[in-house]
């Protein structure tokens, strides 16, 4: 008796919320606060602006002093000579003028990239905000191997 009066409680309440949910039939809409709203538009219109991600660069050398702004272009220029691939930066962080190579997602690319240049250019890894390469269509392309349903 205990366990019919409790199912007939429960069915009672379960199709009590239930039935509001199949009464609305397809439609519905969703309100929402208008400060809400603007915040998600300027966060994506920062995202629009800002065009880098974290990632990690290796520093190959820092000048200060008489003549360090030039001594930094000439080592970009002559690292740029030897890896044309790869993109060379230099970044003026007061009193100092950094060279900073390349545009790495990990550590281990980084490190890898470290261990190829690192005979000729003494350098450590570091992380830094990076220009990442823009998809490209291959990136998004099916693979051959599926096939489509």
């Known amino acids: 008796m205990k366990t019919l009066r409790a199912?007939?409680?429960l069915i009672f309440n379960f199709s009590f919320f239930i039935a509001p949910v199949f009464s609305q039939g397809s439609r519905f809409s969703v309100t929402g606060d208008v400060a809400v709203n603007a915040m998600v538009e300027r966060h994506?219109?920062?995202?629009?602006r800002v065009k880098t991600i974290p990632g990690f660069r290796v520093q190959i050398a820092s000048f200060s002093g008489a003549n360090s702004k030039?001594?930094?272009?000439?080592?970009r220029d002559r690292f740029v000579i030897d890896y044309p691939a790869v993109q060379a930066y230099i970044v003026?962080?007061?009193?100092?003028f950094k060279v900073k190579v390349g545009d790495f997602r990990t550590r281990l690319e980084a490190y890898a990239f470290l261990q190829q240049?690192?005979?000729?250019?003494?350098?450590?890894?570091i992380k830094d905000n990076?220009?990442?390469e823009p998809?490209?269509?291959?990136?998004y392309?099916?693979?051959?191997?599926?096939?489509e349903f």
């Open 70 to 75: 030039n001594s930094a272009f000439s080592l």
């Open 44 to 48: 994506v219109e920062f995202n629009n």
């Open 135 to 139: 998809p490209t269509v291959e990136d």
């Open 92 to 96: 003026f962080d007061e009193p100092n």
């Open 141 to 147: 392309a099916p693979d051959d191997l599926e096939e």
């Open 130 to 132: 990076i220009n990442p």
């Open 7 to 9: 199912a007939i409680f």
């Open 117 to 125: 240049i690192k005979e000729v250019y003494k350098g450590y890894i």
